[in-house]
Nanobody
Framework: QVQLVESGGGLVHPGGSLRLTCAAA????????MAWFRQAPGKDREFVAC????????DYADSVKGRFTSSRDDAKNTVVLQMNSLKPEDTAVYFC?????????????????WGQGTQVTVSS
């Protein structure tokens, strides 16, 4: 089993930045795609970003392209989501997830391990 723990959430003004970190324990993330999802109140869980195994390719939701950047360090078993130019509509609980597969997908059902989430609130 792998345990995922997100950190770095908080309250930020529009236009600000936050850096989320996902730390994995128990099993390695190496060889698996890793992704970020988010869920706002009353809405479905939404794909944000994904990194293929070994960070060969990354994929981003259209709504965050050019503003969010994700990276992974398999040696440290961590994944980072750098969020810049934040907007109020980015407000949500952000989740880190490990895929069942090595290549990225945007379907939550393709991910077998999830963190508990970290709250991001963008408000003036």
């Amino acid at each position: 089993q792998v345990q995922l723990v997100e950190s770095g959430g908080g309250l930020v003004h529009p236009g600000g930045s936050l850096r989320l970190t996902c730390a994995a324990a128990g099993r390695t993330i190496s060889g698996y795609a890793m992704a970020w999802f988010r869920q706002a109140p009353g809405k479905d869980r939404e794909f944000v970003a994904c990194l293929n195994r070994n960070a060969g390719d990354t994929d981003y939701a259209d709504s965050v392209k050019g503003r969010f950047t994700s990276s992974r360090d398999d040696a440290k078993n961590t994944v980072v989501l750098q969020m810049n130019s934040l907007k109020p509509e980015d407000t949500a609980v952000y989740f880190c997830a490990r895929s069942r597969y090595s290549l990225c997908t945007s379907r939550p059902s393709d991910y077998s391990h999830w963190g508990q989430g970290t709250q991001v609130t963008v408000s003036s």
